[in-house]
């Protein structure tokens, strides 16, 4: 049965920006704002940035026990600002996870800021019982954002 972990972030950037980073750069930016986590993000196997695109993450020093993960775009809304990656190896699921996804909402709050609904919706292995790992992965999701938050306000100086 999935589970799920919610957070919610607010930033000063207008919506716009942030998507384009979030769904657009994503594989671009990361490694630049967070060199320790992830090291770098290769487009492989299909796709070609859009749905159905599968990414490989691999993680930098700051990552214990998990070296990779490959992560396909599984939810792309550009209407709704949705962004959803499931992960589809290493990772998350060697760690205990049948089932890993990663959802992020944007919506507008004014010009110059947005709020950001960040959801990991999961599954356990029966032998696992790990509710640890999808806090920390929010943890690790609010510090991205508060990141990518300060990458775009220096770009725009």
């Known amino acids: 049965m999935a589970k799920e972990a919610k ?6 950037v207008g919506i716009e920006a942030i998507w384009k980073a979030l769904a657009k750069d994503l594989r671009f930016v990361l490694p630049r704002i967070m060199p320790s986590v992830v090291k770098d993000v290769q487009q492989v196997i299909e796709g070609d940035g859009g749905l159905g695109t599968v990414f490989l993450f691999n993680f930098g020093s ?13 939810d792309l809304d550009e209407s709704l600002h949705q962004i959803g990656m499931q992960v589809v190896e290493g990772g998350h699921l060697n760690v205990g996870f049948s089932s890993y996804k990663t959802i992020f909402q944007l919506t507008a709050n004014g010009d110059s800021e947005t709020l950001i609904n960040a959801k990991v919706v999961y599954e356990v292995e029966e032998d696992h019982e790990n509710t640890i790992m999808p806090e920390k992965t929010l943890m690790s999701s609010v510090a991205f954002i508060e990141h990518l938050e300060n990458y775009l306000l220096n770009q725009s100086i």
């Open 7 to 12: 957070t919610q972030v607010k930033v000063q």
């Open 62 to 74: 700051d990552v214990s026990n998990i070296r990779y993960q490959k992560e396909k775009l599984v």
